[in-house]
């Protein structure tokens, strides 16, 4: 039936709580129990009380606001950044580094307990700076035509707006410290209303500005982005939404490139690289020491970019091969094996989410994989991982419920969970990472 507007109809009064949160969950909410359900409620930690309203009620859980706080816990700091209380970047920057790594960590043992029946403890923690890690960030830019001015920044959160801002100290200082020229530089432009985003990336050997823009800039615009350039010593890379890079300054002929475990990667300022080197280093140490790669090994490392693991790997084992989807990853890899002159390093590019049967690297024999998927998970791939027998198995994930999915397909084929391990990868946000280890039953 339709309904038509009437002035005299009510509005739905939205019921208020006063409750207190005993523990927060992965994205930083306060967790509390009312009424026999689960209320979640942005912004509040655990042993605070607080009435809140109810924006979200479920029949087992709801989502509140705080209307006024009562308490203040322990936990409690004071956020370092200005735009915490609008950013959608981070949500836990109110929190103490030590109660989001412990909350985070319980959260991935809990769900993994809950999905697979295996009790294991994430910690300790794979953990690094908490603020001044993020050597790559995108930020949005929209322009205010009557006001003439190019916005510069994140989302708000929930909310396609963006937050201009004027400081990020979780991003690497370099990246911070050019936050304000260049937003003046972008604003100088006859191009500002057609520009789409702006990516900020500190390589080990430079730093990069990849601009996004929607039309052909015009010979002024370039100009003042090359003495830009040249004023802030970085590389500017224009991209008019292919995958063809314009270089507009001196670098030209630098290749961007970052070192991890005694191996130099270089990489396409397109593609994907871990944005926390930190974590990264110790992150690709853990799976070397897990795997313990010898000589005699066969190592298959699937979605493996650009060598990522898979070289580093390399200078231990007898063989690697790496497969990936990306045909550009796959050719970055093979030229970062030539590179490190890992001659015992193979890569294919393939679709993991294909059929793999037919697939030249499935024909092969291995005793030791590494699997490092995006956040669907690798559902295509686990039942060929336990057909191959592998002597362990180290997943990476950077979403907690498909790895909890996937596990319980070795765990169905005979395996031991026996190393679970949370990485604090982004630091100040509701972004959980990990990794888990598996080890084969032998047969008798």
């Known amino acids: 039936m339709v309904q038509f507007y009437s002035p005299h109809r009510r509005?739905?009064?939205?019921?208020?709580?006063?409750?207190?949160?005993?523990?927060?969950?992965?994205?930083g909410q306060g967790v509390a129990r009312a009424e026999g359900k689960t209320i979640f409620v942005a912004g509040l930690l655990p042993a605070e009380e607080a009435r809140v309203e109810l924006i979200e009620e479920k029949r087992q859980f709801g989502k509140a606001k705080i209307i006024k706080r009562f308490s203040d816990s322990p936990w409690r700091v004071v956020p370092k950044c200005q735009h915490f209380a609008k950013c959608g970047g981070c949500q836990q920057q109110h929190a103490a580094i030590a109660l989001q790594r412990k909350s985070k960590a319980d959260v991935l043992s809990r769900l993994v307990a809950r999905e697979t029946g295996v009790e294991l403890s994430a910690e300790p923690v794979i953990c690094g700076a908490e603020y001044g890690y993020r050597r790559r960030a995108r930020l949005g830019l929209q322009y205010q035509a009557k006001q003439r001015h190019l916005v510069m920044g994140f989302r708000q959160s929930q909310s396609n707006t963006l937050v201009d801002i004027k400081m990020c100290p979780v991003m690497q200082p370099e990246l911070e410290n050019i936050l304000l020229p260049l937003s003046k530089c972008l604003n100088q432009l006859k191009s500002a209303p057609r520009l789409g985003h702006v990516e900020l990336i500190y390589a080990d050997n430079v730093l990069m500005v990849v601009l996004r823009h929607l039309d052909p800039l015009p010979k002024a615009d370039k100009l003042q982005l090359h003495q830009f350039a040249l004023q802030h010593s970085l590389k500017v890379l224009l991209n008019q939404g292919d995958r063809q890079l314009e270089t507009l300054d001196s670098a030209e002929n630098i290749t961007p490139m970052y070192q991890v475990a005694d191996t130099l990667l270089t990489f396409n300022p397109l593609n994907f690289i871990q944005v926390n080197s930190q974590i990264n280093q110790q992150m690709v140490a853990q799976a070397i020491e897990w795997l313990a790669p010898q000589r005699d090994d066969r190592v298959l490392d699937l979605f493996c970019g650009m060598g990522n693991f898979t070289l580093p790997l390399a200078r231990y084992a007898g063989e690697v091969v790496g497969v990936e989807g990306v045909e550009t990853l796959v050719l970055n890899a093979q030229h970062n094996a030539r590179l490190n002159e890992c001659h015992n390093a193979t890569f294919f590019h393939e679709n993991l989410e294909a059929d793999i049967q037919s697939q030249p690297w499935a024909q092969q024999g291995f005793n030791k994989v590494l699997l490092d998927p995006a956040r669907?998970?690798?559902?295509?791939?686990?039942?060929?991982?336990?057909?191959?027998?592998?002597?362990?198995?180290?997943y990476v994930s950077c979403n907690p419920t498909t790895l909890a999915r996937d596990s319980k397909i070795l765990l169905d084929a005979g395996y031991n969970l026996v190393n679970l391990r949370m990485l604090d990868m982004f630091p100040q946000t509701g972004h959980l990472e990990s990794m888990a280890l598996f080890v084969r039953t032998p047969t008798i």
Do not use: W
């Open 11 to 27: 509005s739905i009064q939205r019921r208020t709580l006063t409750v207190c949160a005993d523990n927060l969950d992965a994205a």
């Open 376 to 394: 669907a998970g690798a559902a295509g791939v686990m039942a060929h991982i336990a057909k191959l027998l592998p002597e362990k198995v180290v």
